[in-house]
């Protein structure tokens, strides 16, 4: 399915909880630093949660209508979508759906050795782990008091039960965590794994942090010893990451620059909120409510998905004046 600037929709993005068991600095409402009673208060909330207003049932007719109209890849993220209680339901609701040809879940690893192995049973293909420092005082304060170890077992656990390729997703917020861009670089050497530094975008809770965004071209520039990797993406259509390695490494060191490079041309995606309204846009306000059709004219699904790859902007409204509604916890990064 085309959007009206010709790009092909065939990702879509799934957040089944606004639920999270950290209170990452740059995502969360209440997170914001420096180290506060509030997001003390956020992290109190962590648990299991029980289903929002869409039910698994409702997720796995998304899309089923979703692959339809040609999409192939789904992801699942949050909020924390190992909160949700029923998140094997869901995975193997969707992963059941025919067509699909990736099923990959984001997560910050908190819950993956308690799941790692059900999760793979159930269908997940992959796994993304946000991960924003290997130190463990740092890791503290940029999640609001997250565990490091328990993050790094995760990993093991999830490479343990074959959910490959593992990717590692780090934002770099200037002043915190960027001392740490070498110990990432240098997971690398050993392991043939992904880690991808993203770009801070201004979709967070203070708007300070913006001025901490630390580009692409600044990292590459720190570091001379990573060269262009085979440009031949594995990735499939619509990838953002650019990746380079250092010569001698089994893992690669991507980039993925919603700030600072040309992110949109290749746009493929569409969101779906955990309260049922669609994204066409990460930047931008835009949204389409699919909870009636779902409680009482599912055959409208497909319709609605297509009103809202219909209006997916050509480019996001990030930049001077752009001010985010929600933030990235609440859309589904
Ligand atoms: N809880 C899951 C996790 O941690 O991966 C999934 C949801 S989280 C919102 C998804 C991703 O969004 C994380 O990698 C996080 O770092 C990223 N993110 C959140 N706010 C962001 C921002 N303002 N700019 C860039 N990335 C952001």
């Known amino acids: 399915m085309k959007d009206g600037f010709g790009r092909t929709v065939s990702y879509l993005r ?4 606004e639920d999270c068991d950290l209170g990452c600095l740059y995502c969360r409402a209440g997170s914001a630093m420096p180290s506060s009673e509030s997001r003390l208060a956020c992290l109190s909330r962590s648990g299991r949660v029980s289903a929002g207003p869409l039910s698994a049932g409702d997720f796995v007719a998304v899309v089923s209508a979703a692959a339809r109209l040609g999409v192939d890849k789904v992801r699942i993220t949050g909020g924390e979508p190992l909160l949700r209680e029923d998140i094997l339901d869901i995975v193997s609701g969707i992963a059941a759906v025919p067509g699909l040809r990736d099923l990959a879940l984001t997560t910050n690893g ?21 991960l ?8 503290a304060l940029i999640t609001g008091g997250g565990d490091l170890g328990a993050v790094l077992g995760g990993i093991e656990d ?15 917020v200037r002043g915190i965590n960027d001392g740490g861009i070498g110990d990432f670089i240098a997971l ?6 992904d880690v991808r530094f993203i770009e801070l975008m201004p979709i ?9 965004m630390v580009s692409s071209a600044e990292i590459l520039a720190s570091h001379p010893e990573l060269v262009p ?4 993406s594995p990735d499939g259509p619509g990838a953002v990451a650019r990746y380079y390695r250092v010569p001698g490494f089994r893992g690669r060191v991507g980039f993925i620059s919603p700030m600072t490079g040309s992110f949109c041309s290749g746009c493929n995606r569409l969101r779906l909120r955990a309260d049922g309204r669609l994204r066409p846009c990460l930047g931008s306000r835009d949204e389409v409510d699919l909870l009636p059709a779902l409680r009482s004219d599912p055959g409208r699904i497909g319709e609605l998905l297509a009103l809202a790859i219909g209006m997916k902007p050509e480019r996001h409204l990030f930049g001077p004046g752009f001010s985010p509604d929600r933030t990235m916890d609440s859309i589904g990064g």
Do not use: C, F, H, Q
């Open 158 to 172: 999830a490479k343990k039960a074959g959910l490959s390729p593992l990717r590692i997703n780090t934002v770099l």
């Open 229 to 232: 990797d085979d440009p031949s």
């Open 132 to 139: 924003d420092s290997l130190d463990p005082g740092a890791y």
């Open 188 to 193: 690398t050497r050993a392991e043939a794994i």
């Open 14 to 17: 799934i957040s089944v909880t």
């Open 204 to 212: 967070s809770p203070d708007p300070d942090l913006e001025a901490r």
């Open 110 to 130: 908190t819950g993956l050795s308690r799941l790692a192995a059900e999760l793979k049973r159930a269908g997940l293909g992959r796994v993304n782990v946000s």
